[in-house]
């Protein structure tokens, strides 16, 4: 069972950056697609990107497209998440979550799930 620990939020001030890391370990990372996700209060958790196991293909949402960059280091059983240009609204917590599978912007096809970190941007 892979397990899923996020680290990196905090507080930065609008047009800043910060870099996202979900260390995974019990499974074979380098089979899992990875994909991370953010939820804001009163909202729905939402799909932010998602990264092939072999880290070849991504996929974003429209709104981060250009500013939030996916990445993995298998060696290190480990995926980022390089985030710049942040807005408040990119204010959320951020998880990351795993599946067996092809990479996927549908939080209802990952298997596991991280316990996530606070992101929060000023104005």
């Known amino acids: 069972q892979e397990q899923l620990v996020e680290s990196g939020g905090g507080l930065v001030q609008a047009g800043g950056s910060l870099r996202l890391s979900c260390a995974a370990s019990g499974g074979t990372f380098s089979r899992y697609a990875m994909g991370w996700f953010r939820q804001a209060p009163g909202k729905e958790r939402e799909f932010v990107g998602t990264?092939?196991?072999?880290?070849?293909?991504?996929y974003y949402v429209d709104s981060v497209k250009g500013r939030f960059t996916i990445s993995r280091d298998n060696a290190k059983n480990t995926v980022y998440l390089q985030m710049n240009s942040l807005k408040p609204e990119d204010t959320a917590v951020y998880y990351c979550?795993?599946?067996?599978?092809?990479?996927?912007?549908?939080?209802?096809?990952?298997?596991?799930w991280g316990q996530g970190t606070q992101v929060t941007v000023s104005s």
């Open positions: 979550a795993a599946r067996r599978d092809y990479y996927s912007d549908s939080r209802h096809d990952y298997d596991y």
């Open positions: 990264i092939s196991w072999s880290g070849r293909y991504t």
